[in-house]
């Protein structure tokens, strides 16, 4: 096949964006296929732009706002009047965050009919919203932590609302944008004097912040490819909570592929990982992460609908423990893009 593996952008999850596409680009040409890598920010790369770009690493700490700021120059849909697309079998979505994860490229793409990996808009821009997915956790029966939504730092009564949600969920509480991926803008707050901080901080990646009941716990993570659940992975990070620099920096992080669970624990969250994957309408593949607390409940933090596919990332190491090889996995992700019937090519 001829695909185009979009990654880049210009969202705070840029470098590790860049890190899947450095793990992508040669998975799907040593499965044999025609492969030209595309940066939504700059565009269509040569063989020597590609390979500068692809042998970066991803930093500690996400990229500036103003680095970012300097990548949003034109109109992204051009992008897709370039023939390299247009002639494509399938785009591969190696994008993280932003309006590559969100619904908005993935709207563009079912209008002008190019068909694309992962899910379909509206599922994505659902599963972005973390207030929204929740919501449909619970209706679906997935537990998930009590949360709240906090007015934005300009209306007067902000401060005292966050404040008097967070003593309702109890402290620590957990503070993050609602759109966000890769815990980007995300505080475990302590107390309450460092709560409007914590805010702020979130507000500067989001126009919505959450708060929310932080459970203690094992991390858990489940893998969905197609209608399969994958193994159980357990990350147990260096930080209390599974970070940025945890989760994309070698040795801060040891990840468990199964995790050391009972069996019938395994299917548990297995089963409520499907549930997810299904009340959010997802496609293709996903990964939806937990915590399991010490009464043995399992709690939904989150659905990925793009899930990380860099050399440290949790899907790729989930696929191994099922006996998939990375460039199966990548193959496999193609193909089931191309099965969905919306994504027939128009024209």
Same mark, same amino acid.
């Given at each position: ?22 793990? =992508? ?35 500690? &700490? ?47 793409? $079912? ?18 919203? #973390? ?41 620590? &509480? =957990?503070? #993050? ?6 815990? &980007? ?21 989001? $126009? ?23 193994? &159980? ?26 995790? $050391? ?19 959010? #309408? ?66």
């Amino acid at each position: 096949m001829k695909i185009a593996v979009l990654f880049g952008g210009t969202s705070a999850e840029r470098e590790v964006s860049i890190a899947s596409a450095a793990q =992508v680009v040669p998975a799907l040409r040593a499965a044999g296929h025609e492969v030209v890598a595309v940066d939504t920010a700059r565009g269509v790369l040569g063989p020597e732009e590609e390979r500068a770009l692809l042998s970066a690493g991803v930093s500690p &700490v996400p990229p500036g706002l103003a680095e970012l700021d300097l990548l949003r120059t034109g109109n992204p849909a051009t992008l897709t009047e370039a023939p390299e697309l247009r002639d494509a079998d399938l785009l591969f979505l190696a994008l993280h965050g932003g309006t590559g994860e969100d619904g908005t490229l993935q709207a563009l793409l $079912d209008l002008i009919g190019i068909p694309y990996t992962g899910s379909g808009h509206l599922a994505s821009a659902i599963a972005m919203d #973390k207030d929204i997915a929740k919501r449909l956790f619970r209706a679906a029966g997935v537990p998930t932590p009590d949360w709240a939504m906090v007015p934005p730092p300009d209306r007067p009564e902000a401060h005292a609302a966050a404040a008097e949600a967070a003593r309702a969920l109890g402290f620590p &509480v =957990v503070v #993050k944008p609602s759109k966000q991926g890769s815990t &980007v803008g995300l505080t475990l707050v302590r107390a309450p004097e460092t709560l409007e901080a914590a805010v702020a901080e979130a507000f500067r990646y989001d $126009d919505e912040v959450m708060l929310e009941r932080f459970v203690a716990g094992r991390e858990l993570t489940v893998g969905i490819l197609g209608d399969q659940a994958l193994p &159980v992975g357990e990350i147990i990070p260096r930080h209390e909570i599974f970070d940025y620099e945890c989760k994309y920096q070698p040795g801060m992080a040891e990840e468990i592929f199964p995790a $050391d669970l009972e069996e019938h624990e395994a299917r548990e969250i297995q089963r409520l990982a499907l549930e997810a994957h299904r009340a959010l #309408k997802l496609g293709g593949y996903s990964r939806i992460d937990f915590r399991m607390d010490d009464a043995g409940t399992f709690w939904c933090l989150e659905a990925n609908t793009l899930p990380g596919l860099t050399a440290n990332s949790l899907l790729p190491k989930a696929a191994r423990a099922a006996g998939i090889d990375f460039p199966e996995l990548c193959d496999r992700i193609c193909r089931l893009a191309l099965a969905e019937p919306r994504r027939k090519r128009r024209g």
